[in-house]
């Protein structure tokens, strides 16, 4: 008897619905999608692209992961919150975050500033960084952790300090990574305080 092959889910329909919306959100065709994929050493053609966008392709998880860094994502964004969760299309990504920013937030974002050219995985720290910020001050659009879709997120006062921790977390590894000078007077010594 010959094996029936898998039917594709509902996280795998998420998954071509969210490989979809941030490539169109980013302006890429799916041939742009393709040659980035090939940077990160893992190259799929259009077709394939197109079968992945329409769940007629499985993903595997290296595919996933390389779907994730060509978009600029974690791999956790291209996935729903639960394996039951409905396979849905989120809300379109606006062109650009509002530019308005909260006390920590804008502190934050002087304090990185400071730190110049950031190599490594300091940019990807700082990103973290300015995300956690923007939910405390409550009012900036932030990336959604399930979609990567950034939404409106007031911050919950239960979850302040939560937020809070992982923001210090953050701005200390980013810190460790730097190299330090006993000598430097760059005032930023309130970089890990929130």
């Not at 041939?31 to 994929?37: F, H, P, Q």
Request: aromatic share 0%; charged share 25%.
């Amino acid at each position: 008897m010959a094996a029936r092959p898998l039917e594709i889910g509902p996280a795998g329909v998420h998954l071509g619905q969210a490989v979809t919306r941030l490539r169109e959100a980013r302006g890429w065709d799916q041939e742009t999608l393709g040659a980035r994929l090939a940077a990160e050493g893992r190259p799929m053609s259009q077709p394939i692209l197109s079968r992945v966008e329409a769940a007629t392709r499985r993903v595997d998880t290296d595919d996933l992961v390389a779907l994730a860094a060509a978009l600029g994502v974690s791999p956790a964004a291209l996935l729903p919150a639960t394996e039951t969760a409905p396979a849905t299309v989120p809300p379109p990504v606006p062109t650009a975050l509002a530019d308005e920013a909260g006390p920590v937030s804008s502190a934050l974002a002087d304090d990185i500033e400071q730190l110049g050219d950031l190599i490594g995985m300091e940019p990807t720290l700082a990103a973290t960084a300015m995300r956690l910020a923007r939910q405390i001050d409550g009012h900036a659009p932030v990336e959604c952790d399930e979609c990567g879709t950034p939404v409106q997120a007031p911050a919950d006062p239960r979850l302040l300090p939560q937020l809070a921790r992982e923001l210090r977390a953050t701005v200390a590894a980013l810190l460790e990574g730097r190299a330090t000078d006993d000598n430097d007077d760059d005032g930023l010594d309130d970089l890990g305080v929130v």
